[in-house]
């Protein structure tokens, strides 16, 4: 008897009557359609969850990114503002009150002093930006807020022979600019021009340090006008500068400078019975209060305007820091107008000692 | 009626089959793009990181570090590694690593063309050889950090970057389309990084 296989027998259903026990049947199309529709619809919900968490984790990391940038560079920044020297030392005056390192080669054998006065060959000056920079490169459009220039010992110089000499002079300055950042970007770059507030700094090395020739402040404005400086981060959109003296001494820090300016090559009269040199003359000041506004690349992206400075950033540093005494009042200003927008932003303020300065108000 | 009870032939079968084959030619490509995107901009950020890092070290011990552009043969051939040196705290004659070697993703490398990488092109430290500790005689080219946080590099800053490639746009002389730059400011040694 040949082997057979044992017959099993599936429980038969009639046509078109459908229950459980029906295993023959295979899906039916509209069953595998709704099968890949709501299998769709789960991908697409997760694919939209990830994306939207994605997209947060994006802009929180953009602020971060942002903020690390700025207060890494509010540290070098204020580590080289307090090695800023002056190097000042006592000279005589004639009647004229023309010290005698400053005379002109051919009256110094005629020179008669008559006072003993602080002379410097070095300068430190900071005021308002628009004021301290009449000619701005081609790639800037504006300034905002104050600018501060110095000499400092950085041993910057253009010739890789003199790198060992640590204690080259160089002039220094910082100052906050709106512009486009295709000077600096290298040229195979094809991304169009950024148009960003930035906080630039000028560096020149020691070979083009032009500020024993020159007596004002072309110095550092020759420097700016040909385009010799550099961004050292991006979302800056203010820079305060405010000379004081320590807030013990003057909790107001009116002393001296009720404006923000300061500038130690000033031409203001000496005063007084005998006369006195103005306070600010060839010294530097004993503190600095340093304050950055950096906004996150979000709200700066969100706000760029092309080559036109953002409305809302002019429009909310409009009319402050001018008068020492309203600090306070200003920054508050300047935060609630920067929340009123919905732009994130951070402050970073420090007030630094410059060690060289040695000050006196007699 | 009966028609509900088949399972499915094989004509629908290889329909689906066709779809879905169709469907991942279209996708898989776009995949393996973003995966090669995804290297490049790891990879830039290692040689940004590593140049940061030697400023930091740079500033912080008082003594110049030397970044080193590392060579390796195996494909794709190309500066594929960075490792900072400076001068042993023993003898300053000699220079010894500060750290590992950090490579850059498989499949990408740093260009050496002149166009891509000026900086590499025209380093302050030529291309040499010198030994390698745990590699051996290794071909390397690279610049220096002063103490001051400034670099050897010349003063003309647009001009100092390397373009991080993938292996197939190594000999490439004009930017290629996925590329990420990283560019070194030669005064304040800070670094940027664009990714077109």
């Given at each position: 008897m040949p082997f057979r296989l044992?017959?099993?027998?599936?429980?038969?259903?009639?046509?078109?009557?459908?229950?459980?026990?029906?295993?023959?049947?295979?899906?039916?199309?509209?069953?595998?359609?709704?099968?890949?529709?709501?299998?769709?619809?789960?991908?697409?919900m997760t694919g939209a969850v990830v994306n939207s968490s994605s997209n947060v984790w994006r802009q929180a990391n953009a602020k971060?990114?942002?903020?690390?940038?700025?207060?890494?560079?509010?540290?070098?920044m204020t580590g080289h503002l307090a090695k800023a020297t002056l190097n000042t030392y006592w000279d005589?005056?004639?009647?004229?009150?023309?010290?005698?390192?400053?005379?002109?080669?051919?009256?110094?054998?005629?020179?008669?002093?008559?006072?003993?006065?602080?002379?410097?060959?070095?300068?430190?000056?900071?005021?308002?930006?628009s004021k301290l920079l009449p000619q701005l490169p081609a790639n800037l459009q504006?300034?905002?807020?104050?600018?501060?220039?110095?000499?400092?010992?950085t041993g910057l110089a253009a010739d890789p022979s003199h790198s060992g000499l640590s204690g080259l002079l160089s002039a220094c300055g910082y100052f906050v600019a709106f512009g486009d950042d295709s000077a600096y970007k290298p040229g195979i770059v094809p991304t169009p021009p950024r148009h960003r507030w930035r906080l630039m700094e000028v560096t020149e090395p020691v070979e083009d340090l032009k500020v024993f020739s020159a007596s004002g402040s072309s110095w550092f404005q020759n420097a700016v006008a040909q385009g010799r400086v550099?961004?050292?981060?991006?979302?800056?959109?203010?820079?305060?500068?405010?000379?004081?003296?320590?807030?013990?001494?003057?909790?107001?820090?009116?002393?001296?400078?009720?404006?923000?300016?300061?500038?130690?090559?000033?031409?203001?009269?000496?005063?007084?019975a005998p006369p006195r040199q103005p306070v600010q003359a060839h010294q530097l000041p004993p503190n600095l209060q340093v304050t950055l506004v950096a906004l996150d690349e979000v709200s700066a992206g969100r706000l760029e305007n092309g080559d036109t400075p953002p409305e809302e950033i002019t429009a909310a540093l409009a009319g402050l820091f001018e008068d020492v005494s309203k600090y306070e009042e200003d920054l508050n200003t300047l935060k609630t107008r920067l929340a009123d927008k919905h732009i994130g932003f951070r402050i970073f303020s420090a007030i630094l000692s410059l060690k060289e300065s040695k000050w006196t108000e007699s | 009626?009966?028609?509900?009870?088949?399972?499915?032939?094989?004509?629908?079968?290889?329909?689906?089959?066709?779809?879905?084959?169709?469907?991942?030619?279209?996708?898989?490509?776009?995949?393996?793009?973003?995966?090669?995107?995804n290297a490049l901009t790891r990879g830039a950020q290692v040689v940004a990181d590593q140049v940061q890092l030697a400023r930091q070290i740079a500033a912080g011990r008082n003594r110049d570090v030397q970044v080193r552009f590392v060579w390796r043969d195996d494909e794709p051939a190309g500066y594929r590694g960075v490792q900072l040196w400076s001068s042993s705290p023993t003898n300053v004659t000699e220079y010894v690593p500060l750290s590992r070697i950090a490579w850059l993703p498989?499949?990408?490398?740093?260009?050496?063309s002149a166009e891509l990488s000026p900086l590499i092109a025209h380093s302050p430290i030529p291309e040499t050889t010198a030994d390698f500790p745990g590699r051996g005689p290794t071909k390397f080219c690279g610049f220096r950090f002063r103490a001051s946080g400034r670099t050897d590099l010349n003063f003309n800053s647009a001009n100092d970057y390397v373009t991080v490639v993938r292996g197939a746009d190594a000999e490439a002389t004009a930017a290629p389309p996925n590329c990420a730059i990283v560019q070194v400011d030669p005064v304040n040694g800070h670094v940027r990084t664009y990714r077109p």
């Open positions: 044992p017959q099993f027998r599936l429980p038969r259903s009639k046509p078109g009557l459908r229950h459980a026990g029906d295993l023959t049947r295979g899906f039916t199309l509209l069953e595998v359609l709704a099968a890949a529709a709501l299998l769709l619809l789960i991908l697409a971060i990114e942002t903020f690390q940038k700025a207060r890494e560079v509010f540290e070098v005589y005056y004639d009647a004229n009150f023309t010290a005698f390192s400053s005379a002109n080669p051919a009256a110094v054998s005629n020179f008669d002093p008559k006072y003993y006065g602080r002379n410097s060959d070095l300068h430190f000056q900071c005021g308002r930006a504006e300034t905002s807020t104050h600018a501060v220039f110095f000499v400092s010992p550099r961004p050292v981060a991006e979302n800056v959109i203010a820079l305060i500068a405010w000379p004081r003296l320590p807030p013990q001494d003057d909790p107001d820090g009116t002393r001296i400078s009720a404006d923000y300016t300061y500038d130690s090559r000033t031409q203001a009269a000496w005063q007084g | 009626m009966n028609s509900s009870r088949h399972a499915f032939s094989l004509l629908e079968l290889l329909a689906v089959i066709a779809i879905v084959a169709v469907l991942s030619v279209l996708v898989v490509p776009s995949f393996t793009h973003i995966a090669a995107g498989e499949g990408t490398l740093i260009s050496s």
